[in-house]
């Protein structure tokens, strides 16, 4: 099926597997850090099916929504895999909650943030330590925020490379892909939640709102990100780091290949 971009989803499909060919190969240990949301469960069928030298992990802050849990018992039950599970340091929890009440995160976006850093990204900085490269589901026209991220990039705040395959996909190839393979997703997403994190900071949205509306809605969508996906991150000259598969022959997609296009390299404006 042609996509509004011109690329079908096969096409898409194929970069994805091609970039995902070229990590496990290339960024041993790599690691896909899995959120189970919409995007994150399209990754999760293929890295399933397709990539054992890839390792997935979770980040349970303790406020997840029942139906995430429900999700990872399907998966562990489609794919046969359990993926593993990081959580915040009990004491730094204990300490957040005695000073500022377990829902001090709606007081200010400081106290927000401090939450998401114990919560979130402290548990990050340990399941990525040791690792080579890291996977993401993230996609650029997810918010603001996500504008200047590349497919490739390196993080230089967990020191390794970050992988974003799904970047240039569409919501409806996301939806498409998983309604082809059946793969399942959290039952929030028939609710109207489009973006789901914690249970206490994210809502359903309404038609016409962005997809991200639902996601900490009291605050400035210029500022909305949990300290996992920094927008400013020192991006290494992706042409030295990423081996040029179109060169080597492995681009699998006949329409990139026509365009020039290398998977891991970004596409021309
Ligand atoms: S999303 Fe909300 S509850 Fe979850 S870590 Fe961030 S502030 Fe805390």
Not at 56 to 65: C, E, H, V
Not at 70 to 90: N, S
Not at 164 to 171: A, G, H, Q, T, V
């Amino acid at each position: 099926m042609k996509r509004d971009d011109d690329i079908s989803l096969d096409c898409k499909i194929a970069e994805v597997q091609t970039l995902l060919d070229m990590v496990q190969k290339d960024y041993a240990p790599a690691v896909f850090a899995n959120s189970f949301g919409a995007e994150d469960m399209v990754l999760t069928d293929v890295i399933a099916r397709h990539y054992p030298g890839i390792e997935m992990f979770t980040l349970d802050t303790g406020r997840l929504p029942e139906e995430t849990y429900r999700l990872m018992k399907e998966v562990a039950d489609r794919y046969g895999i359990r993926v593993p599970v990081y959580f915040p340091e009990p004491a730094a929890v204990e300490a957040y909650v005695a000073q500022n009440g377990p829902n001090g995160f709606y007081d200010s976006v400081d106290l927000r943030k401090a939450c998401c850093h114990m919560r979130k990204v402290e548990p990050l900085k340990r399941a990525l330590r040791g690792k080579r490269a890291w996977i993401t589901g993230l996609r650029r026209d997810q918010a603001p925020t996500r504008k200047n991220l590349a497919e490739s990039e390196f993080d230089a705040e967990n020191g390794l490379q970050k992988f974003s395959p799904l970047l240039d996909w569409s919501l409806s190839d996301v939806w498409d892909y998983l309604k082809q393979f059946n793969v399942p997703y959290n039952a929030l997403h028939d609710k109207g939640y489009t973006s789901i994190g914690c249970a206490p900071c994210t809502r359903a949205i309404t038609p016409g709102e962005d997809v991200r509306a639902g996601r900490w809605w009291w605050e400035n969508p210029e500022i909305k990100e949990c300290g996992l996906h920094p927008d400013k991150q020192r991006v290494i000259a992706i042409s030295s780091s990423v081996p040029d598969l179109a060169a080597a022959g492995q681009t699998q997609c006949p329409e990139e290949k026509a365009r020039g296009r290398v998977p891991g390299k970004p596409r021309a404006s």
